[in-house]
């Protein structure tokens, strides 16, 4: 299992984005949070298979009814030395 970093552009904050992430992301079973960063964007962090990266890019992809996702970039993580319990959403 690895980490990995989406960075989430579009109308993704004030649309409940985060709450559909991680509702989804928890059916599957992965570890990890996501919040929303100062400059408009959502970011996820998580631990996944490779086999396990499709199925996430599309809930990333289709997002809350409001939201409107223009871009999805994925960076794997060197180092990811934290720990997680479930999945987060982070303030």
């Not at 991680?22 to 998580?46: C, F, H, I, M, S």
Request: proline share 4%.
């Amino acid at each position: 299992m690895e980490s990995y970093r989406f960075i989430v552009y579009g109308k993704v904050q004030g649309v409940f984005y985060r709450k559909f992430v991680a509702q989804k992301l928890r059916e599957l079973g992965l570890q990890g949070y996501v919040r929303n960063l100062p400059d408009g964007t959502v970011e996820v962090v998580l631990r996944a298979t490779e086999d396990e990266l499709p199925q996430v890019e599309r809930i990333l992809y289709e997002g809350s009814p409001l939201s409107e996702v223009e871009r999805v970039e994925m960076e794997p993580l060197e180092e990811d030395d934290l720990l997680y319990e479930g999945f987060e959403i982070r303030y």
